[in-house]
């Protein structure tokens, strides 16, 4: 199906279990190359069930994950067919990043819940989703996928820069567009505030107030993670059982911890970026209104010019890239960069499901 327009749906769910975007856009396509317009976007915040289901899902058992999957996809499709109507909107596709529940590359898998079929016969609209597996049995990491849309919509930026549950980086070097994920972020700052009983650290103003322990910093920047090369991948497992542990072996305040935590973050930040020329670093995710991380991250990248846009690209740049991602696949287009994932060749992934 191509066309010179799709309206398009991008649902994303983050590993930060604050809720599901939704993210209404038109893509353009003409001799100029494409373009997008964010029409209506909105996060519908997790009920307690579901983030309880979510974050204990990679323990349930092979019947329960697979209930979960459909019963998931079904809540999915519900609050879609909501938002549709609620704004009187007519998708051509809908796109559904699902949400992770394994990421394992490096034995051949990925599993994002949410059940295409699901989707698709709640909200009564064509559904793509599953972006990651063909990816993966092609020889990739299956992430991070989103460079697709900074190739396409937002080359303008010589870095794209997502501060996420996990943060990671999309730029070109020699013609090729390279990406991959950095570090943990939003995860390790929110588990840390939800110990004080706060969802996060707003503006990072606890951080701020906290010092740096010098022994938790070290033994974080010693993770093996960063002696890989790119092509490479953070899973929340390996986040939960390398980080998070590490983080609580300390006995320190949650002050200096985040504090700590921020300081990691930024090193990291500025590690992968360390050859960068002067040019413009586009940061978008929910880091993105950490003040404290941006001041530092500014003090340590000088060079680069420091971009926050408005806060609905800040806030669903990642759905807004899903939802085009779905237009690629329906199009049978590339939408997955072997230049990114170290798999055998470019692809188009994703599955399509009809009601």
């Known amino acids: 199906?191509?066309?010179a327009s799709y309206k398009v749906l991008g649902i994303m769910s983050g590993s930060s279990l604050d809720g599901v975007d939704l993210t209404y856009c038109e893509f353009k396509n003409d001799q100029n190359g494409w373009r997008y317009?964010?029409?209506?976007?909105?996060?519908?915040?997790?009920?307690?069930?579901w983030i309880q289901v979510l974050a204990s899902s990679p323990n349930f058992t092979d019947t329960k994950l697979a209930n979960a999957h459909t019963e998931y996809g079904r809540y999915l499709g519900n609050i879609t067919h909501?938002?549709?109507l609620k704004y009187s909107l007519n998708p051509d596709i809908i796109a559904s990043h699902g949400h992770t529940v394994f990421h394992a590359p490096e034995r051949g898998f990925t599993f994002q819940l949410g059940e295409g079929q699901a989707i698709a016969d709640q909200c009564g609209h064509t559904v793509v989703c599953d972006f990651r597996s063909k990816d993966?049995?092609?020889?990739g990491q299956g992430a991070p996928l989103v460079p697709i849309g900074d190739e396409y919509l937002f080359n303008e930026y010589d870095y794209c820069l997502n501060l996420g549950g996990i943060a990671n980086i999309s730029f070109k070097k020699d013609n090729k567009r390279i990406a991959f994920d950095i570090c943990p972020a939003n995860q390790m700052i929110n588990y840390l505030s939800g110990q004080i009983g706060k969802p996060y650290d707003d503006?990072?103003?606890?951080?701020?107030s906290g010092r740096v322990n010098h022994a938790l910093l070290?033994?974080?920047?010693?993770?093996?993670?960063?002696?890989?090369?790119?092509?490479?991948?953070?899973?929340n497992q390996y986040v939960q059982d390398q980080f998070i542990r590490l983080i609580d072996v300390f006995n320190d305040s949650i002050e200096n911890k985040l504090h700590t935590v921020t300081e990691h973050i930024v090193i990291q930040i500025s590690n992968a970026i360390k050859d960068s020329k002067l040019g413009k670093l586009l940061i978008t995710g929910g880091g993105a209104y950490n003040t404290f991380l941006i001041d530092k991250l500014r003090e340590l990248i000088p060079p680069l010019e420091i971009i926050l846009p408005d806060k609905q690209l800040i806030d669903f740049k990642e759905a807004l890239i899903f939802g085009f991602m779905g237009v690629l696949r329906i199009r049978n287009e590339v939408n997955c960069l072997s230049s990114v994932t170290g798999s055998k060749m470019d692809c188009?992934?994703?599955?399509?499901?009809?009601?």
């Open 218 to 235: 070290a033994k974080l920047n010693k993770d093996p993670f960063y002696t890989l090369n790119p092509p490479k991948s953070l899973s």
């Open 82 to 84: 909501n938002f549709l």
């Open 203 to 208: 503006q990072g103003k606890i951080a701020r």
């Open 37 to 49: 317009q964010l029409i209506k976007a909105e996060t519908i915040p997790y009920s307690e069930y």
């Open 136 to 139: 993966i049995s092609l020889g």
């Open 1 to 3: 199906m191509k066309m």
């Open 348 to 355: 188009s992934g994703g599955v399509i499901f009809y009601p």
